[in-house]
């Protein structure tokens, strides 16, 4: 059974960096379409970005998050810089068997518990 565990999230003020991490276990990532989702009090789940065997950056984050993989250590980062007010959200892990990115997030098979990225103004 695959499970994902993100963290990193925090509180941050506009414009400072975090990075995100989710650790893999029971699959490697390498093997697995994953990707980086975020959900905003009262608002949908939305797709931030995904890599497979290329990357996909939401036109919302792109040239200032990165997703990025690491075999070795089985894990997925997201690097986000510049960081906005409107970035607060729970930032969501999430894996698929199919290898390409989709934004739907109905499409995911695995997703791990979420972490909180609060930016303050």
């Known amino acids: 059974q695959v499970q994902l565990v993100e963290s990193g999230g925090g509180l941050v003020q506009t414009g400072g960096s975090l990075r995100l991490s989710c650790v893999a276990s029971?699959?490697?990532?390498?093997?697995?379409?994953m990707a980086w989702f975020r959900q905003a009090p009262g608002k949908e789940r939305e797709f931030v970005a995904g890599?497979?065997?290329?990357?996909y950056h939401a036109d919302s984050v792109k040239g200032r998050f990165t997703i990025s993989r690491d075999n070795a250590k089985n894990t997925v980062y997201l690097q986000m810089n510049s960081l906005k007010p409107e970035d607060t959200a729970v930032y969501y892990c999430?894996?698929?068997?199919?290898?390409?990115?989709?934004?739907?997030?109905?499409?995911?098979?695995?997703w791990g518990q979420g972490t909180q990225v609060t930016v303050s103004s």
């Open positions: 999430a894996g698929r068997e199919r290898r390409t990115i989709t934004k739907s997030d109905s499409a995911y098979d695995v």
């Open positions: 029971g699959r490697a990532v390498s093997t697995y379409t």
């Open positions: 890599i497979s065997w290329s990357t």
